[in-house]
């Protein structure tokens, strides 16, 4: 098969597209010496090589203030003998600082493709203008830099806290100074942006991070932002409900402001990320002021679904809500880490040992497969149904009769041949192995893993339902319906079958009571009977088995104990940390209180059950008595004797209504005290996200002006 690079297709990976090199001048640390050959500069780079292998994020993006250096001088490295090999995706980027109506500064940043050259990065810098108040704005150099540091009056560089003597006399000073206080005319950041072929530079503003663009009053400057906003494709936010809102996902918390939002950015929803603005190569745990690669503030991890190239970004920014994820864990990569053994991590297909048959067929078959892959697709004989068939086969699926490739007068031929030759292995991602040969048929008693329903045997079943042949449709449409029927409705229903008999069983024996009866005890045997084949013994304990493997992944992924922080707290954010103390003991209390009325409930729905059984039971005996009447009346005559004197008949429901009465009283009560219990929920998570980010950050910037 095709040795793929990123053989399971888009999957979800921690991307950091804002980090610094010794090239930057807030830098960190050790910087960058004049010559980028010296002993020094070689072992940074190696350092910054092995730094970013040893991050958790997939891709960086380096953003250096004014320069291109750190990824020119990453690029040399890479093209020596003897260096470091690279193992991450690493794209090409600078920061820039834009003239803008504000009276802070506004920073914005360019992305570039990791197959741009060296020249186009030149080309570009040298397409940006500075701004020279008073006068015709000069293109974007280290010179021109220099010029604005002595250009600027001297009670700006004391603004800045820098000395006008260095200014003058130290051109590095002087360039550091520049780097500190020069602003680009807007409109030649964008026209720069544009000019670089087959798109391979991208717009990147921060939104509500340091220096963003909500530091500016948009009501008075509306234009201005606009115009960033339309021309952008990523923003840089660390706030979820930014993240929500940029992707265009509307929630009740933005519900009254996206429309509008949406319509800012002409309805073209926008990819939202997180960057570390790492300033050095390893951080201090727990220090957001001093973050190293991959160590993302708050725990706002940017997670992005995608191949870690610059094609998987493009693609990222065309599905924003579908493809990046801003928090700890993306809701998919949970459910995945929390049931490894329900989903199958490989597939292999290989010749059984000692084979004689010269024909390789499926032989090293090996397919790595991704945990959200929902279709298959190719040419007619490309293998779909094949795959199909051998992935049921492996989860013990029912189907195996329906199969279209694994049958008889194809690959199983008449006598087995040829897929007698070759066994199939599934990896699952717990670790869990299965193996069959192609030949073989699951045993019924084995749990079924798979659910597998083949285009043929599905055709068949349509085709005999519209003819009128055949009930199988509609046996597997009341089990799809079965499976997703609540507690409070299945009443202890093992199938549809069940529940439909317990639900008709009353109105049944209106029919025939003396019937019903019989038929009850008949079916307690038969069902006892079934439970003591061996055959059901065995799928129960295969079941076990499979239960005891949901119980191992989860202990597996429990949480370790975090320890009580050692160091002392503020008096506010103490009064924070108890406030958010109280309020996780209060959603404690919350969901376990909605547990107990929801088997609350359960128990009602089946007391209401019984109550219209017995009624609808007294219905029968009612008529019962009628019909003996009817029925023995002219016997009774002949006797000389009143048959109402036989048979009397004494019914009080009165019981059963108060009881009703009660539980129709409790099941509106647990109902009302459920939707407070949701609606006081919503209200404490409310007020838990400012308190976890008053203790959490140290700031908390406004979404808006």
Known sequence: MTNLKYNRGSEWRKWDLHIHTPASFHWNGQKFKTDPDCPENIALVDEMILALNAAEPAVFAIMDYWTFDGWFALKRRLSQIGAPKLEKTVFPGIELRLMAPMKGRLNAHVLFSDKVDDQELIDFKSNLQIEFPGQIPKNLSNPALIEYARFVPADKLEHHGLDKTKVMNDDSYALKAGSTMAELNCESYKKAISQVKKDKAIGFMPFDTNDGLTTIDRNEHYGYVLGLFKSSPIFETRNVAIWEAFSSIKTDRNSGWIDEFQAALDNTPRLAVSGSDAHCFIGELGNNDKRGYGDYPSGKITWIKANPTFEGLQQAIKEPAKRSFIGEQPPKIKLFNENRSLFIDILEISKVPGSILTEEWLNQTKLSLNPDL?????????????????????????????????????????????????????????????????????????????????????????????SGKSDAFEKELRAVIFSHADDAVRLGALDFDQLIEQQERSLRSRVDGLRGELHNVNQQISSIERQMLPEIRKAIEELLTQKFRLIDEHNKIRPENVEQPT????????????????????????????????????????????????????????RTIQHFFTSFDDDAKLLEI??????????????????????????????????????????????????????????????FN
């Not at 209060?586 to 929801?598: D, I, M, Q, R, V």
């Open 374 to 466: 929902i279709a298959i697709i190719g040419n007619k004989g490309s293998g779909k149904s094949a795959l199909a068939d051998i992935t049921a086969l492996l989860g013990n699926s029912k189907q195996n009769q329906h199969f279209s490739f694994l049958k008889e007068n194809r690959f199983r031929g008449k006598t087995g041949e040829p897929a007698k030759h070759f066994v199939a292995k599934s990896t699952w991602a717990d670790g869990k192995e299965m193996e069959k040969n192609l030949n073989e048929n699951p045993a019924t008693e084995n749990v079924e893993f798979v659910k597998y329903i083949p285009q043929g045997h599905f055709e068949d079943l349509c085709n005999a339902h519209v």
């Open 642 to 703: 009143d048959i109402n004197e036989i048979i009397q008949l004494k019914i009080n429901e009165q019981r059963i209504t108060d009881i009703e009465s009660v539980t129709l009283a409790r099941e509106t009560e647990i109902r009302s005290e459920s939707q407070k219990l949701e609606e006081h929920e919503r209200v404490i998570i409310t007020k838990r996200e400012p308190l976890s980010a008053k203790l959490n950050s140290p700031g908390n910037p406004p979404i």
């Open 567 to 622: 160091s002392e707290l503020s008096e506010e954010q103490q009064k924070a940390s108890d406030q958010l103390v109280e309020i996780a003991e209060e959603l404690k209390k919350a969901k376990a209180k909605k547990e107990s009325n929801h088997n609350e409930l359960t128990k009602l729905a089946a007391k209401n059950k019984a109550g219209r059984n017995i009624r609808e039971g007294i219905d029968v005996v009612s």
